[in-house]
């Protein structure tokens, strides 16, 4: 019996029976592995990357010494730990002096990623996984620039010397450390009690970096937290960079959405051509029958070829998914860290088995359909088999796609919504599949011949006819919904990280050294984002009243008014800024009202969670001096934009020149690097963030999730042309059927392919209607619930997206009608 | 061979039920050849497919090679089937999947005979398509498909061959041929015949022709000429009930 499964397997695989139904499954499978493997590895990667940030897996950090006992269990557990002490003090080179914020290394460090330590600043350097040699010490290259010393100079440090042995110029914690004011340096764990510098008092910190493998880090973790108390604090790899941390999750969500409907489009593809497949399958079942074959026997048969099916479009599945991961890592692999982490077979055994669950619960039923069928259908072709019951089919498939979702998403939760939404949105799209092919129906009453016909045609089997727009209209809508996502998503991210986005900020510059600074850059063509003043205030009442009176208690906790703020004063709007409410200033002189009143614009968000209105007047107090400032507009504020940013600004003349530092950001390309030591020798107070590294690491893994974006879509697309020529397939025969009996009525060929086209050029306009609307409305809900986009609307979608349905279903139906139209009616007849 | 007593089918329809087949009681021996005649929905088909147990009867008994059919479950039934029984249809339902030579060799390995290759390989040389074996059937002719039918019913060596319309959708030069080789098959391999058709070249051939109009066996004759040719063959004279 295998072996005639087998035969027939191949048999029906030439006769192009089963392509339909395997060609989706491969997608299912191709899909379900490539993404797989794609999101696991570029998540494994990021958790790395972001380990990086910190170091290690885990930072511990304490006010007091890691309890010994601590230490201990991790060591028994075999992870790496390193310990190191935190403390501020100055670092002093004849009578230049600065201070600085120390880490004692009390073993190797970064656990994860390295160091890089360079000779000069803003140079390359070696990468080095260690701890400075007792004597000796890194610096950032502030503190060369302050001290007017160089590698190999030798430095005070509490009662002893020491040699600075390299610039840090790479390395954790660069990220994480954006607004700390003192430069960070390096030395060794020894030298913190040789130079006697901690004494009691001192404020000091001690940290514990944590690595290994992750089962006995979680173990150790798990055994930790409990004995914390709140002034530790444990930072997991994860959190190293929030910033990154959402695009990523977000194009995550996008692509596990996306392979997941491919997978279920594919079902669909599936369950129809199984549907299809079987029905025409019952005549020889009955044959068997006839011939004695016993019900099991049939059944054998039948699920023995759909098991063969669902073997070898897995194994291509598999094999194609692996490729196609492959092929993206390999073209990524400039940007990838090394050595890449390596492949886990998980998600590729997940994608394997879930071709055979797809088979099994989209094909199955239909399968198990055709050894029903009675014997007698040799005689009386119009016995069917009793159908399975409907129910029973959409439960096998609702099951298998709840089980996919729950393997794909772990949450049980997240599972009832989707099938939930899912089932409300079927019964929604039929509904509207019905409405628009009855409004359909009554316009085209008033159409051409072509038209009237085609509608005639359609009229013959409603509910077949809503069946097909509703499949038909299924799979635009969901080919509809990825494509905008994806457009939307990556011109979200091109938008976040343009090219040129500003990768340098410049803080603590003197109001005396901003023209220095200005004709520095300007030498050298690098455009910033203006540079803005930056004066600290801190807000202490509203209308007249102190401000804890004047806002609700939920309002005082916020952090704007717990701490003091960056304030700034600008003539223009900065670029990043729209105002949405109010205007901008309208006194050109900007001159103070008669109170002594200045003009305020405050971020949207802000004065939403202060509850303060345009009209409102803030008291700040600046340095003991009091300013007060009318709101006269809310701004929205791209936060993410690169460039300096602020909650409040004011208008110009509001605060003392001579109060403010200034602050600005800009892009540096690499070769221009050595700009940084110019303005490092002419300003060297001055705070340089380099950015441009941990940018460039965004730029990758964005890329790569770009990458992976653009191929799940594709896979979206062939699923979703699988469903379209499936459905085209399983509804071939009504369509030859009644052409063919047109034509023994003797209708001429010009007339049949006429009222063909005009049919499949409807189906085309109505299911490209209903994927017009469908996605429309999907993509908002997705917008606004799912990723957090304002949702709009696509007009141009409106008239192309139902000329491709027409333009599709036209070719694709008209392709597999032709040959058959051109034989004669009787051999026609004989073949269906 | 095959027995019915008050053999009758009624279908329920949403108002009454309707009689198709009614009391039928019938007798063939073995190595007969049955003619079953009679207008369009006078019950022949029904007829048929109760006799080879494709169907159950509402009332009354079939007995087939000894096994009462009109007890036995489906699978019981496919047993019967497979261990006695050939069929030849009017659209001749070869499996399109299979070749020449597989469609014969399904009903030989359905019996579990190793030989099965072997023996269909000699039935297709019989019934003239030795050139033919590996032809899938849309690849044959009307009249070649109905040959390897014939060959495939005759495949599992049935005590009892059922024949729907063999002629029907065949050409009368092919028809005739087929008609030729149904009867030189029954000869040499002596199988008992029982065929349902409206060609009367066909059932002239028979020794035995058995009238139904609207439900009812109205005649039930004896051709004596076929009667005389196959001398083996013996007759039963049996009327309605």
């Known amino acids: 019996m295998r072996g005639m499964a087998w035969r027939l397997f191949r048999r029906d695989w030439q006769s192009g029976e089963v392509k339909v139904l395997f060609f989706a499954l491969m997608i299912a499978v191709m899909a379900m592995v490539a993404i797989g493997t794609i999101t696991d590895r570029t998540h494994r990667a990021m958790g790395e990357q972001s380990s990086e940030f910190l170091g290690a897996d885990y930072t511990l950090r304490t006010p007091r010494p890691i309890e010994q006992e601590w230490l201990e269990k991790g060591r028994s557990e075999g992870l790496q730990l390193t310990e190191s002490t935190g403390f501020s003090t100055v670092l002093a080179k004849g009578d230049e002096f600065q201070l600085v914020s120390v880490t004692a290394l009390g073993g190797k460090f970064p656990l994860k990623g390295e160091f890089e330590i360079a000779d000069k600043p803003f140079t390359r350097g070696q990468s080095v996984q260690a701890q400075p040699e007792v004597g000796s010490v890194w610096v950032e290259p502030r503190v060369l620039a302050v001290l007017g010393a160089q590698k190999g100079d030798e430095v005070d440090f509490g009662s002893i010397q020491l040699t600075i042995a390299g610039v840090i110029v790479g390395g954790p914690g660069q990220a994480s450390e954006m607004f700390n004011v003192a430069p960070k340096v390096y030395i060794n764990q020894a030298d913190v009690e040789r130079a006697n510098i901690i004494q009691p008092g001192s404020r000091v910190s001690y940290t514990l970096f944590i690595a290994g493998d992750i089962q006995p880090r979680e173990n150790f973790i798990d055994w930790l937290k409990p004995q914390m108390n709140k002034t530790q604090r444990l930072t997991g790899g994860k959190e190293g960079t929030p910033a990154l941390q959402a695009s990523i999750e977000r194009a995550e969500t996008f692509l596990r959405l996306a392979s997941l409907i491919s997978v279920v489009l594919a079902g669909v593809a599936i369950a129809v051509a199984a549907g299809r497949f079987s029905r025409r399958h019952y005549d020889y079942a009955a044959i068997y029958r006839c011939l004695g074959m016993q019900i099991a026997q049939v059944h054998r048969l039948y699920i023995s070829q759909l098991m063969i099916m669902g073997l070898i479009g897995s194994a291509i599945g598999v094999v194609l998914g692996l490729a196609i991961q492959q092929a993206i890592i390999v073209q990524f692999a400039d940007f990838l860290p090394k050595p890449m982490v390596p492949m886990n077979w998980a998600p590729v055994i997940a994608g394997g088995l879930s071709g055979l669950v797809v088979l099994i619960g989209f094909a199955l039923p239909a399968f198990f359909q055709i050894a029903r069928v009675s014997p007698l259908r040799v005689l009386r072709k119009e016995m069917v088999p009793q159908p399975v019951s409907s129910w029973l089919i959409y439960l096998l498939a609702i099951l298998t796609m709840a089980l996919l979702m729950w393997w794909q998403s772990g949450s049980l939760k997240l599972v009832g919504i989707l099938l939930g939404v899912a089932l409300v949105a079927f019964i929604v799209i039929r509904l509207m599949a019905w409405l628009i092919f009855k409004v359909g129906i009554w316009i085209g009453k008033r159409g051409s011949t072509a038209v009237r016909y085609g509608l005639g045609q359609l009229k013959r089997y409603p509910a077949f006819t809503i069946s097909q727009i509703t499949a038909f209209g299924l799979a635009f809508i969901i080919m509809l919904s990825t494509v905008l996502i994806r457009s939307e998503l990556l011109s979200e991210w091109q938008s976040q990280l343009p090219e040129d986005a500003p990768n340098h900020f410049l803080l603590n510059v003197q109001s005396a050294e901003v023209p220095t600074l200005e004709s520095i850059l300007a030498e050298q063509n690098v455009e910033t984002a203006g540079i803005y003043p930056m004066v600290r205030g801190r807000v202490t009442g509203l209308n007249g009243k102190p401000i804890e009176e004047a806002v609700s208690e939920e309002a005082q906790n916020d952090g704007s008014l717990r701490r003091e703020l960056n304030l700034t004063w600008a003539e223009d709007i900065p670029k990043a800024n729209t105002v949405v409410k109010g205007e901008w200033w309208d006194n050109p002189e900007h001159q103070p009202d008669e109170n002594g009143v200045y003009q305020l614009s405050i971020e949207q968000k802000l004065a939403e969670r202060l509850g303060v209105g345009i009209g409102d007047v803030f008291e700040f107090s600046i340095g003991g001096l009091v300013v007060k400032s009318k709101i006269t507009s809310f701004r929205e504020v791209q936060w993410d934009s690169f460039e300096p940013n602020f909650f409040m600004i004011l208008e110009p003349g509001a605060l003392g020149e001579n109060m403010a530092t200034y602050i600005t950001s800009f892009h540096l390309p690499l070769e221009k690097k050595s700009t940084l030591n110019t303005i490092l020798r002419e300003m060297p107070t001055v705070t340089i963030i380099e950015l441009d590294v941990i940018m460039e690491q965004v730029q990758t893994i964005l890329d790569q999730v770009t990458a992976a974006v653009e191929f799940i879509m594709l896979f979206v697309l062939l699923a979703g042309i699988a469903v379209l020529y499936a459905v085209l397939q399983a509804s071939k025969e009504e369509r030859v059927l009644s052409a063919t009996l047109l034509k023994t009525l003797g209708a001429q060929t010009k007339f049949i392919r006429m009222t063909l086209l005009s049919e499949l050029a409807l189906l085309g306009l109505f299911s490209g209607i209903l994927g017009v609307i469908g996605g429309e409305v999907l993509v908002s809900v997705l917008y606004q619930e799912a990723l957090n986009i304002e949702p709009v609307l696509h007009p141009w979608f409106w008239l192309w997206v139902p000329l491709v349905a027409i333009g599709f279903i036209c070719i694709a139906g008209w392709w597999g009608l032709k040959s058959l139209l051109k034989q004669p009616a009787h051999q026609v007849l004989r073949q269906l | ?241």
């Open chain 2, 1 to 241: 061979m095959l027995t019915t007593n008050n053999l009758t089918k009624t279908v329920k329809l949403p108002e009454q039920s309707l009689t198709i087949l009614s009391e039928v009681s019938l007798t063939v021996n073995e190595h007969d050849s049955v003619a079953i005649v009679g207008a369009s929905g006078s019950g022949k088909s029904t007829l048929l497919s109760l006799l080879a147990g494709l169907d159950t009867p509402s009332e009354g008994e079939v007995e087939l090679a000894g096994h009462p059919i009109h007890k036995l479950s489906e699978d019981e039934r496919a047993a019967v089937r497979a261990q006695y029984v050939g069929f030849v249809f009017q659209s001749f339902h070869l499996l399109p999947g299979l070749t020449a030579l597989e469609n014969v060799m399904l009903p030989i390995e359905l019996k579990e005979d190793k030989n099965a290759h072997k023996k269909a390989k000699e039935l297709l040389v019989k019934v003239g398509l030795a050139e033919r074996l590996n032809h899938y059937p849309h690849q044959l002719s009307g009249g070649e498909q109905q040959r390897v039918a014939i060959a495939r019913a005759f495949a599992s060596e049935p005590k009892i061959l059922f024949a729907d319309e063999p002629t029907g959708n065949l050409d009368t030069a092919n028809g005739d041929k087929i008609i030729d080789l149904i009867f030189e098959l029954n000869q040499q391999l002596g199988t008992t015949l029982v065929l349902v058709t409206h060609d009367d070249r066909l059932a002239e051939r028979c020794q035995r022709l058995v009238r139904l109009e609207a439900g009812k066996v109205v005649e039930d004759s004896v051709n004596q000429a076929q009667v005389v040719k196959g001398d083996t063959a013996q007759t039963d004279k049996v009327g309605t009930a």
